[in-house]
Structures are given as C-alpha cells and as structure tokens.
C-alpha cells in the first residue's frame, strides 16, 4: 500500500486536509466546517472537554449510546438523562439546558429515527452545543447534516465503523459551526489521526458506491431478519440502524442472551428498565444471520414454543 512504502517515516498531516476536503464535498460544506477524529469516540471526548465547564452539565437521552454516561463521569459532569419511553420516542423536554446535549439519530439500541424537524426544534431551544451523532445515519431513510449549516450550536457526527464497516480504522468525522470546529483542533492531539488511517478513509470516502452497496445489502439483511423474528413471535421495532430491537416472548431476553452467548452466537443484552426486555441484534452477513435463525429455531429457544 502506497501509505506504508517510505511515508510512515513522516508524521502525519495534523490538519487531515485531504480528508477533510473529501468531506466537505461530501456534504456541499467549506472545509473549515469539518474535524476528523480517531474514531468518533475521539470527537466526543473532546466534546466533553471543549464546550463542558469543569462544573458543567452534559445531557443524552437514556437508553441510547452508553459511552455518553462515561465519558460524563470522567468529566464530573452533571448528568441530565432524559428518560425515553417504551418506544424510545422522546418526551417534549424542556428546553435543554445542558452544555453539551449529544443525541443519537438514529437512535442506538432501538434503531428509532427522529425526524429533522423534531430534532431542530430540540436544538433551536438547546442552550448549549448538541452533537448529533449520526453513526447509523446511512442505514436510514433521512439525515440532519442540514442543520450544521444551519444552526450554529450543532455538530453532526458521522463514523466510518459502521456503513463503511472499517470499525477498526478508527476514523469518524464532525461537521459544523467553523467556531466550534476551531475549538475542537485547539485541544485535540497534534497528530490524533494517523497517516495509513488517513489514506484508508480517503479510499473509502472517495468509493461511495462501495459503501452504498454495503449498506443496500445489510439492509436487505435486516428487512429478511425483522420479517423472520415478527414470524417467531418476537415484538421487533423498526429500525433504521445495522441492528434490531426485539423483545423476544420467552425465554425471556436475558436468558436468550446467555443461551445465544452458549452457542457462541453474541448479540447485546443492556439489563435495567426500559432495556432489559430486550435484545439489540447487530445485522451479520448471510451466513450469521441463517446461523442466528438456526439457533432460534432449536426446540429449546423456540420463541413460539409454549412454555412447560
Ligand atoms: C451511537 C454511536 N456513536 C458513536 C460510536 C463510536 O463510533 P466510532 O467507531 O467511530 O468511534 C458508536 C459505536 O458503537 C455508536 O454506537
């Protein structure tokens, strides 16, 4: 690979400044409008140290990414988790009154999309910066990037570990208000993306058909999988993600997990309230995914076998 021959001797471009061309084009914006980061993880943790007093408040909706609880702790943050209900729709909040508000659309673990409308209203009222964090935007039918044009208190966030499936690149990428872009290069390490990283999501990014069609059949997957689990008795909510939220009848989801993790089939199980009925299902590729049903289907796990 052209990176690897005699550049790594060479640090690299701190700035990520093809990257982040390559970007901006991407979404019709001027490139002083775009970080990237080491993953998107690394975005926002710095996040939570650029716009977060060191007696401020960080808010998310709860159940969604667990990541944002922790690095609100690392912080010493407040923490205003705002309750979702059994369908993970939002209440009406009062205007937000966090710092950094950091909302998942879609939505991870149910997979729900908020619409643009809801979700800029939610913003225009926001006090502080709300990083919208579209990590499994590809895989649904709308977007909010608009709204980085927009408002000046947003960033969108994007990644490339889940629609270009390249978790382990570790590359993800935020969009928005040019002052909040600046405040995020002021404390991010000097070379916080590295170079094969670099050459790697340039490839992908300039390759949108490849990444189109990754996320044409993990849609097909997961249309053939919701239709499998309804059929199985399982209460399957709609998703616009790479995963499903299922509540299976019985077992009841923990035991599924366990009796899954036995056959050494891994999905997530997120015990509490308002979680723990459930299981979040990441969308495999064909063999997995028959694999999955196999399993399922086992007198034993049967979800449609009454129980004795
Ligand atoms: C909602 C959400 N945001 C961000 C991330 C992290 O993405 P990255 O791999 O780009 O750090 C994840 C990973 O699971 C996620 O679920």
Not at 37 to 48: H, K, M, P
Not at 191 to 207: G, K, P, S
Not at 239 to 245: G, H, I, T, V
Not at 254 to 273: A, N
Request: aromatic share 8%; hydrophobic share 45%; charged share 25%.
């Amino acid at each position: 690979m052209e990176a690897a021959a005699d550049t790594l001797r060479l640090y690299p471009d701190p700035l990520c400044g093809k990257l982040r061309e390559t970007v901006a084009g991407l979404h019709g914006v001027t490139s002083d409008r775009v970080f990237f980061g080491n993953g998107s993880d690394e975005i926002l943790a710095l996040c939570t140290r650029a716009f977060v007093e060191d007696d401020g408040s960080i808010g998310f909706f709860d159940p969604s990414y667990s990541l944002y609880r922790t690095l609100a702790q690392i912080r010493n943050a407040k923490i205003q988790a705002i309750a979702l209900d059994a369908d993970c729709a939002w209440p009406a909040p009062d205007p937000e009154t966090a710092d950094l508000f950091l909302l998942t659309n879609p939505n991870a673990p149910s997979g729900r999309l908020y619409p643009e409308a809801q979700v800029e209203d939610f913003c225009r009222r926001a006090r502080g910066v709300v990083v919208i964090d579209e990590a499994y935007v590809d895989f649904a039918a709308a977007h909010c990037m608009d709204l980085a044009q927009r408002l000046p208190n947003v960033l969108v966030m994007r990644s490339l570990s889940k629609s270009y499936s390249l978790a382990g690149l570790r590359a993800g990428y935020a969009v928005g208000n040019p002052d909040l872009i600046a405040a995020l290069f002021k404390i991010k390490d000097s070379y916080n993306v590295n170079r094969l990283t670099q050459a790697a999501a340039l490839a992908a990014l300039r390759d949108q058909a490849h990444m189109l069609d990754n996320v044409r059949r993990i849609k097909a997957t997961r249309q053939k999988l919701a239709a499998e689990l309804t059929a199985m008795g399982f209460q399957v909510h709609p998703s616009e993600a790479n995963f499903l939220w299922v509540k299976p009848a019985r077992p009841a989801a923990q035991r599924l997990y366990e009796l899954l993790k036995d056959r050494k089939i891994l999905v997530r199980y997120f015990p509490g309230t308002g979680t723990g009925e459930h299981l979040r299902i990441t969308i495999g590729n064909e063999e997995q995914t028959e694999r999955l049903l196999a399993a399922l289907r086992a007198p034993e796990l049967d979800n449609s076998t009454p129980m004795s």
